[in-house]
């Protein structure tokens, strides 16, 4: 794999590592939405949601809509979704494991 592909990747997941970000993807796989319902459903300011959707849509996450003076967003691509569920289905498989790890080592100090 090129450093160019490598380098790209990791800024992706830079981008995603942001729990703010991870959640107003989650919001926005429901539908599209505008600045005002995300900030509220976040309970968060205008301008730290705005802030973030601005490096969401640089790295074309997500696109914008302007009707009148709302302003809504939606995905760019569903399978950034795709990303976050099979991260979810990782974790869970790792807790999981951990759980059966645990169980054997209660086992062996009893």
């Known amino acids: 794999m090129s450093n160019i592909v490598i380098k790209s990747v990791a800024e992706l997941f830079g981008v995603l590592s942001n729990p703010i970000r991870v959640e107003i993807i989650v919001l926005l796989a429901e539908q599209e939405k505008d600045v005002k319902e995300i900030h509220s459903k976040l309970g968060l300011s205008s ?3 705005s802030q973030h959707l601005s490096i969401l849509r640089s790295h074309h996450l997500v696109t914008l809509r302007k009707q009148g003076t709302r302003v809504f967003y939606k995905l760019n691509n569903k399978k ?14 790792e ?16």
């Open 47 to 49: 301008s730290n949601v």
């Open 95 to 110: 807790i999981s494991e951990a759980e059966t790890l645990k169980q054997l080592i209660d086992k062996v100090k009893i």
């Open 80 to 93: 950034v979704i795709t990303i976050i569920r099979k991260t979810v289905e990782l974790l869970e498989s």
